[in-house]
């Protein structure tokens, strides 16, 4: 199944955890776009020890996960 996730918060703990769900959805075997809109898209903004955006984020991609901005 084709997944859209929409992320428009500058909240670092929203980001994180929509990149987390990202990627639990893609260990499912789905297929998961992250689209990125407004002040979300700065996704590494925020992050931080209690918010490991970027560490997320990486993983995202290596499972062949899509940004789109």
Same mark, same amino acid.
């Given at each position: 199944?084709?997944?859209?996730?929409? /992320? #428009? #918060?500058?909240?670092?703990?929203? =980001?994180?955890?929509?990149?987390? %769900?990202? *990627? %639990?959805? /893609? *260990? $499912?075997?789905? $297929? !998961?776009?992250? %689209?990125?809109?407004?002040? &979300? !898209?700065?996704?590494?903004?925020?992050? #931080?020890?209690? %918010?490991?955006? &970027?560490?997320?984020? =990486?993983?995202?991609? /290596? #499972?062949?996960?899509? /940004?789109?901005?």
């Amino acid at each position: 199944m084709q997944i859209l996730l929409i /992320l #428009s #918060s500058p909240d670092p703990e929203i =980001k994180w955890n929509a990149v987390r %769900f990202g *990627n %639990f959805l /893609l *260990n $499912e075997g789905e $297929e !998961v776009t992250l %689209f990125l809109n407004g002040p &979300a !898209v700065d996704l590494y903004a925020g992050d #931080s020890e209690a %918010f490991p955006i &970027a560490e997320q984020a =990486k993983v995202f991609a /290596l #499972s062949d996960g899509k /940004l789109a901005a």
